[in-house]
């Protein structure tokens, strides 16, 4: 197809009629819908808490640490998704009780 692999598209329907006055109003999809494979990568900058809270912007369905360039090790975080609102996911080093200096890549799907 011609979509874009890894792409978040908005669905739109309408009902269309041959009377144009009968052409129903649009409805959308609840969420952004995913093309295969279906992740993304979002950028959670440095943190001088050991604790922050982000929005990534899409509806993940899990959220993981891939990277980071700070000298932590992805391992050594812990990503808890909010249950009121999916989007926010909340990074946690858990390591030593500190920040992180640099960027940590997540890896979401």
Not at 34 to 56: E, I, K, M, Q
Not at 84 to 108: H, I, K, M, S, Y
């Amino acid at each position: 197809s011609s979509l874009t692999k890894s792409a978040p598209y908005e669905v739109r329907v309408r009902e269309a009629c041959a009377d144009p006055m009968s052409v129903s109003i649009v409805g959308y999809a609840r969420k952004v819908l995913w093309t295969l494979p279906g992740d993304f990568g979002f950028v959670v900058g440095p943190s001088n808490s050991a604790s922050v809270t982000v929005d990534v912007v899409y509806l993940p369905h899990r959220c993981y640490a891939s990277s980071s360039t700070s000298g932590v090790a992805a391992s050594d975080f812990l990503i808890c998704h909010d249950s009121v609102n999916p989007r926010f996911v909340t990074v946690t080093r858990v390591d030593e009780v500190a920040g992180w200096p640099g960027d940590l890549q997540l890896r979401c799907i």
